[in-house]
T-cell receptor, first 115, second 117 residues
Framework: SQTIHQWPATLVQPVGSPLSLECTVE??????LYWYRQAAGRGLQLLFY??????ISSEVPQNLSASRPQDRQFILSSKKLLLSDSGFYLC??????????????FGPGTRLTVL | AQKITQTQPGMFVQEKEAVTLDCTYD???????LFWYKQPSSGEMIFLIY??????QNATEGRYSLNFQKARKSANLVISASQLGDSAMYFC??????????????FGAGTRLTVKP
């Protein structure tokens, strides 16, 4: 069965510090991977998605970046965090088939607080 | 432009009663998929139900059913026999056909459902 992991679960970082959040998927090959951010009490905002190794598309221009060094590893980074980067970060995966439901399966999330 | 609209920020329902959570969407694609997710206070996103644009029948999954009205572009979630554990945020989402190769979804702002004992 497939599982998705995210770490750390919670993180408190000062403004201007770097960031690295990691997401790994087990039990599937060549998944589509996604990073979302959810501000407190709000919906999900798609940040990045990836259809393969080193293939990253950005949805929102900002000080965040994403990388996919391995098939089932997706990393969200920042060189200098802003206060507005605080939120709940969710990683998700889906199976890239042309037909079908393509539902996304989410990880447990990382709660980031920037002070 | 907003692709998914959930007009109810919060809803209350009595335990054991049914509740409808509204969702309208905007797309020019003929092929698309509609999803509902549940987010408890723990934060995890749980997939509930799916409706394809070409599906002739409304989707059902246990106590969840989707009232799909294609002409009105609405995909309301109906939860029957509400339970206390149904209290959570509920998100409607859409995947548009022209982006099938990316499979990304757009989410609504969510509705917070509270089930009263």
């Amino acid at each position: 069965s497939q599982t998705i992991h995210q770490w750390p679960a919670t993180l408190v970082q000062p403004v201007g510090s770097p960031l690295s959040l990691e997401c790994t998927v087990e039990g599937t090959s060549n998944p589509n991977l996604y990073w979302y951010r959810q501000a407190a009490g709000r919906g999900l905002q798609l940040l990045f998605y990836s259809i393969g190794i080193d293939q990253i598309s950005s949805e929102v221009p900002q000080n965040l970046s994403a990388s996919r060094p391995q098939d089932r590893q997706f990393i969200l980074s920042s060189k200098k965090l802003l206060l507005s980067d605080s939120g709940f970060y969710l990683c998700a995966w889906s199976v890239p088939t042309q037909r079908g439901r393509h539902e996304q399966f989410f990880g447990p999330g990382t709660r980031l607080t920037v002070l | 432009a907003q692709k998914i609209t959930q007009t109810q920020p919060g809803m209350f329902v009595q335990e054991k009663e049914a509740v409808t959570l509204d969702c309208t969407y905007d797309t020019s694609d003929q092929s698309y998929g509609l999803f509902w997710y549940k987010q408890p206070s723990s934060g995890e996103m749980i997939f509930l139900i799916y409706q394809g644009s070409y599906d002739e029948q409304n989707a059902t999954e246990g106590r969840y059913s989707l009232n799909f009205q294609k002409a009105r572009k609405s995909a309301n979630l109906v939860i029957s026999a509400s339970q206390l554990g149904d209290s959570a945020m509920y998100f409607c989402a859409m995947r548009e056909g022209k982006r099938w190769n990316n499979n990304d979804m757009r989410f609504g702002a969510g509705t917070r459902l509270t089930v009263k004992p």
